[in-house]
């Protein structure tokens, strides 16, 4: 059994940020993310199927996905508010909730009732992945301090990948939905087997601190976590709105065709490549943020992003190849900036309460979300696609704003090792 976090693993002497187990440690958290994170959009992929057995409407899956959004933001206040990651191991923090979110996930399947249920047990699983996400970027951060905007990048990739699993499980498994569950349950299982017994607390972990709920102010009076917050937000505003709609617009676009018979549903094969052009995207994000700055990676991606959607849901259907290299672009660029946002915050945030603010920022960034992801679909109904998804550039637009004003200020060298 792994060894409480007040009692980091035994590093030796190498210098904390050229430790060579840093690697592996990402690797595993990396994988456990992907695992763990197949819960999230599960109903979005199988949406067809819910309509079709269990009479949900197209509002009734948007509720669903609302009330994972709802479910996470409950979860991620109640780590911010009471300093559970800070206070708690942050491991075993991890590997509970994964072990819960999937639980109630598979619970779609055998539990009786009908749309209420489901809300119910969406809220739940999205209460505990609240409890994967911000703490598996405080783990990391653990081990990372040159490099860290890289690493982060790739837990959101892996994030990003897990997050569009689903679609390709139900591409696989188009008849049978509730295999789609089971997995994304026993998934999520094996990820907090992996934290639970693999991962180990980095060098630059931080003992357990005391409970100090007042820390979530400071994070909002400090003009530069202020301005971090601001971007973060207009990110938000766009990237899970896209990721939950987008699958259905392209729906529209590939109709019912497959790539072999009945199995590889074509439209839920561009959706997960969406997903993995995204993971590339953090990836590479990552990488150019530790050369050109962090104020600047995300501004160009959002840049791309806003243009992007401006466009796309304006294309003529019978341009698939052209809307599937769109969506692609969209999709590396949407989420490639979510990993700089979270990195800059450990960069000018308290080192003590790095988990707190992790929280914080993600819980008002899902929060955000709601709205769009309500609004977007009525809009798609009314109007049309294009406008629909135009709307979501509003966000990138605020963002890139702040951004350019965080980094004409003093304080933005504290990011990128200088780099801003």
């Not at 600047?296 to 992003?305: G, R």
């Not at 769109?326 to 946002?341: E, L, N, P, T, Y």
């Not at 977007?376 to 951004?403: E, N, Q, T």
Request: hydrophobic share 55%; proline share 5%.
């Amino acid at each position: 059994m792994p060894d409480s976090q007040e009692e980091p693993a035994n590093l030796g002497s190498a210098t904390p940020p050229e430790h060579p187990l840093r690697w592996r440690m990402l690797a595993l958290l990396s994988l456990a993310t992907v695992l763990s994170l197949t819960v999230w959009f599960s109903t979005n992929a199988i949406a067809p199927a819910l309509e079709a057995e269990k009479g949900f409407s197209t509002g009734d899956i948007a509720w669903l996905t609302i009330a994972v959004q709802i479910g996470f933001v409950i979860g991620t206040m109640l780590i911010a508010f009471t300093n559970v990651a800070d206070v708690v191991n942050t491991r075993k923090v991890f590997a509970i909730s994964a072990l819960l979110a999937g639980f109630f996930n598979a619970a779609l399947v055998f539990v009786p009732g009908g749309f209420t249920t489901a809300l119910v047990l969406r809220i739940l699983s999205g209460i505990f992945l609240g409890g994967v996400y911000p703490p598996g970027m405080k783990i990391i951060s653990g081990w990372f301090l040159s490099g860290r905007g890289i690493a982060i990048g790739v837990m959101i990739g892996a994030l990003t990948i897990g997050s569009g699993s689903p679609h390709l499980l139900r591409s696989i498994f188009v008849a049978q939905w509730e295999i789609t569950l089971y997995l994304s349950a026993g998934l999520a299982a094996l990820a907090a087997a992996i934290v639970y017994f693999l991962v180990q607390d980095g060098p630059l972990d931080v003992p357990a601190r005391k409970f100090k709920p007042g820390y979530i102010l400071e994070t909002v009076r400090v003009e530069s976590t202020r301005l971090v917050l601001f971007g973060y937000l207009g990110h938000m505003w766009e990237l899970y709105a896209m990721w939950a709609w987008l699958p259905a617009f392209l729906a529209t676009v590939y109709g019912t065709k497959s790539l072999i018979g009945d199995s590889l549903d074509l439209a839920s094969l561009v959706a997960f490549l969406v997903f993995i052009s995204g993971a590339v995207g953090c990836v590479a994000a990552g990488i150019f943020a530790e050369k050109m700055g962090r104020t600047s990676v995300t501004s160009w991606a959002m840049a791309i992003s806003g243009g992007t959607a401006l466009f796309i849901g304006f294309l003529p259907v019978e341009w698939n190849i052209v809307i599937a290299i769109a969506a692609m672009i969209w999709g590396a660029s949407v989420v490639a900036d979510s990993a700089q946002f979270s990195t800059a915050l450990t960069e000018l945030s308290d080192d003590d309460y790095r988990g707190t603010a992790l929280a914080f920022q993600t819980g008002i960034g899902f929060l955000l979300t709601i709205a769009p992801i309500r609004l977007l679909p009525v809009m798609a109904d009314s109007i049309g696609w294009g406008p629909a998804f135009a709307v979501l550039a509003i966000g990138p637009a605020l963002g890139i704003a702040a951004m350019l004003r965080l980094r004409a200020m003093p304080e933005a060298t504290a990011m990128a090792l200088g780099r801003r």
